[in-house]
T-cell receptor
Framework: ETGVTQSPTHLIKTRGQQVTLRCSSQ?????VSWYQQALGQGPQFIFQ???????GRGNFPPRFSGLQFPNYSSELNVNALELDDSALYLC????????????FGQGTRLTVV | AQRVTQPEKLLSVFKGAPVELKCNYS??????LFWYVQYSRQRLQLLLR??SRESIKGFTADLNKGETSFHLKKPFAQEEDSAMYYC???????????FGTGTRLTVIP
């Protein structure tokens, strides 16, 4: 399987805690984007990583941070969790520049209680 | 700023009937527009993009810059078309997508 894989699939955290979500990109893709999809909404861009550097960021506070590793996999970290952080977090991998198709993972369902 | 609007959250049509899912956008530059689809229990996947001008699974979408629209159309809906459809915009030079809120299409047998 060379598609985008995310882990874990589900998790429950308590308000104020920290969480790390993981993503392995599609083979050959060196760009990873993270999206938050709240219930009933479309995916909303959090940030993108390319060559281990943040390469664009949406309207999310600094407590949302990320990493990209040399093998192009990525982590999304969220500190000081709030109830409104409950959502499906999607990872998408692509190649940079030009017209490109983003391949999405199945997502991680985060519930903050 | 950019915005993607899908006015219908839910759309139901009978099998064999034409279907049109609406998408309007606002963006001052030259956007690239996409339709993504999510079938039940599957991941979000690209259906088509405007620059390809192709028909995928019988669906077409034409970018109308005058009306700032990118409506998705299919002349004869099939049951397997039932899914969640998202319109998305990519700004020129960017590599991230702005999504609409989605339309859930149900094709009634």
């Amino acid at each position: 399987e060379t598609g985008v894989t995310q882990s874990p699939t589900h998790l429950i955290k308590t308000r104020g805690q920290q969480v790390t979500l993981r993503c392995s990109s599609q083979s050959g893709h060196n760009t990873v984007s993270w999206y938050q999809q709240a219930l009933g909404q479309g995916p909303q861009f959090i940030f993108q990583y390319y060559r281990e550097e943040e390469n664009g960021r949406g309207n999310f506070p600094p407590r949302f941070s990320g990493l990209q590793f040399p093998n192009y996999s990525s982590e999304l970290n969220v500190n000081a969790l709030e109830l409104d952080d409950s959502a499906l977090y999607l990872c998408a991998s692509s190649v940079p520049g030009g017209v490109t198709e983003a391949f999405f993972g199945q997502g991680t369902r985060l519930t903050v209680v | 700023a950019q915005r993607v609007t899908q006015p219908e959250k839910l759309l139901s049509v009978f099998k064999g009937a034409p279907v049109e899912l609406k998408c309007n956008y606002s963006y001052s530059g030259s956007p690239e527009l996409f339709w993504y689809v999510q079938y039940s229990r599957q991941r979000l996947q690209l259906l088509l993009r405007h620059i390809s001008r192709e028909s995928i699974k019988g669906f077409t979408a034409d970018l109308n810059k005058g009306e700032t629209s990118f409506h998705l159309k299919k002349p004869f809906a099939q049951e397997e078309d039932s899914a969640m459809y998202y319109c998305a915009l990519k700004r020129s030079g960017a590599n991230n997508l702005f999504f609409g809120t989605g339309t859930r299409l149900t094709v009634i047998p």
